[in-house]
């Protein structure tokens, strides 16, 4: 499988992964603390053939990804479930960890954000669907995240992640209904 976008990746042994899974070139970042050169990098990168940002499912992963859509906002980007981020021995969470099957699926999923989306799901539609505030809001969240592939997210940004992947609402409705289904079996 060829990649023509360049993916944008945290570290060296996320590379490896992503060249065990399919041929593509990325940027590392080396970490949460993004350089401007590397911004500068990805902006050219986005202009000759696109990017697709592919960071780990944890804090610092999602704090990269805010800092290049602050200075880079048409990039795709493609989520990893943390389920497939964790190794089978030691600690740890990350791409790198990541089975070659799971990556390709992230990428070919890959979605641009729209900066200036319509709200066609409000935040009172989250809560009443239980997936702001209540027992069961996170573990609905992170698996509403996993079917629309948007990645796991608290309740704010779930909400924004929804318009800037331009979630329809019928999109969302037969999320919600395979995650309360799940829930009752």
Request: charged residues 30%; contains cysteine.
């Amino acid at each position: 499988m060829k990649i023509k976008e360049i993916i944008v990746v945290e570290g060296k042994d996320d590379t490896r992964a992503i060249q065990r899974a399919v041929n593509a070139d990325t940027i590392e970042t080396n970490g949460s603390a993004v350089s401007m050169e590397t911004i500068e990098k990805i902006k050219l990168a986005q202009k000759v053939r696109g990017v697709i940002v592919l960071t780990d499912p944890d804090f610092p992963g999602e704090k990269i990804r805010k800092f290049i859509v602050e200075h880079v906002p048409d990039c795709k980007h493609a989520f990893i479930d943390k389920k497939h981020a964790i190794p089978a021995y030691g600690r740890g969470l990350g791409v790198e960890h990541a089975p070659p099957s799971v990556i390709q699926e992230a990428l070919k999923d890959a979605q641009a954000m729209e900066a200036y989306a319509p709200e066609w799901i409000s935040k009172d539609d989250l809560i009443d669907a239980g997936l702001i505030g209540g027992p069961k809001a996170k573990v609905r969240r992170m698996r509403i995240g996993e079917l629309l592939k948007i990645g796991y997210t608290n309740g704010k940004q779930l909400h924004k992640r929804l318009m800037m992947f331009q979630i329809s609402k019928e999109e969302f409705v037969e999320a919600l209904k395979s995650v309360l289904q799940e829930e009752q079996d």
